[in-house]
């Protein structure tokens, strides 16, 4: 079987929920783009990943003889905005400012290195002797508890948000399953990960689910000084309002 466009069709796939929840919730689209354009640069980390975690056939074999391809980009910038927007959407959620007295709160003073941690730590994380997508788990794992810990009130929508993420990621996963049998055998390198899979999904590409929807979850909110309230509960800030800044 030639699984030559599967990539591409799998990530354009994720387009699919990604136009749906832009068509939903007009109230997020602006916060959407601007999280999946941010998001999509996360398609240029694949180098690290080809072929040690896995090795896609991919257009004009870009991944096999670059490690950058096409597919990664779409992947990312659809992810994203799912991720920063999933629980928002379903829970009938917008954002709303944080009250300038409360971003003077003392745990903010660590506002920036919160939001920057999975950047952080990654670097030393890739350094130890496992598969690249250990690492990554881990920073955004670290990257969604300092949201929470910097931002108590994001713990809901982190939780709520990583776990309805990774029903999504793992709907899709057996969707590929299905619809291109022996396709994970082939591009997978399983004999360097865990040997664990539910389902037939690798036991990392669940937790990857689950660690990316809990740090993108709350992104959007932490880096802007906003929260996610129900509907009508209030005005909803002004795009151009100015924020205060905490000392860091």
């Given at each position: 079987?030639?699984?030559?466009?599967?990539?591409?069709?799998?990530?354009?796939?994720?387009?699919?929920?990604?136009?749906?929840?832009?068509?939903?919730?007009?109230?997020?689209?602006?916060?959407?783009?601007?999280?999946?354009?941010?998001?999509?640069?996360?398609?240029?980390?694949?180098?690290?990943?080809?072929?040690?975690?896995?090795?896609?056939?991919?257009?004009?074999?870009?991944?096999?003889?670059?490690?950058?391809?096409?597919?990664?980009?779409?992947?990312?910038?659809?992810?994203?905005?799912?991720?920063?927007?999933?629980?928002?959407?379903?829970?009938?959620?917008?954002?709303?400012?944080?009250?300038?007295?409360?971003?003077?709160?003392?745990?903010?003073?660590?506002?920036?290195?919160?939001?920057?941690?999975?950047?952080?730590?990654?670097?030393?994380?890739?350094?130890?002797?496992?598969?690249?997508?250990?690492?990554?788990?881990?920073?955004?794992?670290?990257?969604?508890?300092?949201?929470?810990?910097?931002?108590?009130?994001?713990?809901?929508?982190?939780?709520?948000?990583?776990?309805?993420?990774?029903?999504?990621?793992?709907?899709?996963?057996?969707?590929?399953?299905?619809?291109?049998?022996?396709?994970?055998?082939?591009?997978?390198?399983?004999?360097?990960?865990?040997?664990?899979?539910?389902?037939?999904?690798?036991?990392?590409?669940?937790?990857?689910?689950?660690?990316?929807?809990?740090?993108?979850?709350?992104?959007?909110?932490?880096?802007?000084?906003?929260?996610?309230?129900?509907?009508?509960?209030?005005?909803?800030?002004?795009p151009t309002a100015r924020r205060e800044e905490p000392r860091t």
């Amino acid at each position: 079987m030639s699984y030559h466009y599967v990539w591409l069709l799998w990530s354009a796939a994720f387009l699919v929920p990604w136009l749906a929840m832009y068509a939903v919730a007009a109230g997020f689209r602006r916060e959407m783009l601007r999280v999946s354009g941010w998001t999509s640069l996360l398609g240029l980390t694949e180098p690290i990943f080809v072929p040690e975690y896995w090795n896609p056939p991919s257009l004009f074999e870009l991944a096999q003889r670059t490690g950058f391809d096409v597919e990664s980009l779409i992947f990312s910038f659809a992810i994203g905005g799912i991720g920063a927007g999933l629980y928002t959407v379903l829970a009938r959620r917008a954002p709303r400012a944080v009250p300038a007295s409360e971003q003077r709160a003392s745990r903010h003073r660590f506002h920036r290195l919160a939001f920057a941690a999975p950047v952080l730590a990654f670097p030393p994380l890739y350094l130890l002797p496992w598969n690249p997508i250990y690492p990554a788990i881990t920073a955004l794992l670290i990257g969604g508890a300092a949201n929470v810990l910097c931002r108590p009130d994001l713990l809901r929508g982190t939780v709520i948000g990583g776990l309805l993420f990774t029903v999504l990621y793992a709907l899709f996963m057996a969707l590929l399953i299905a619809f291109a049998p022996g396709y994970i055998e082939q591009v997978w390198n399983l004999p360097a990960l865990s040997g664990i899979h539910p389902a037939g999904i690798p036991l990392e590409e669940l937790a990857f689910g689950f660690a990316f929807g809990t740090y993108w979850a709350g992104i959007y909110e932490h880096f802007t000084w906003t929260r996610a309230e129900p509907l009508g509960a209030g005005p909803a800030p002004s795009p151009t309002a100015r924020r205060e800044e905490p000392r860091t």
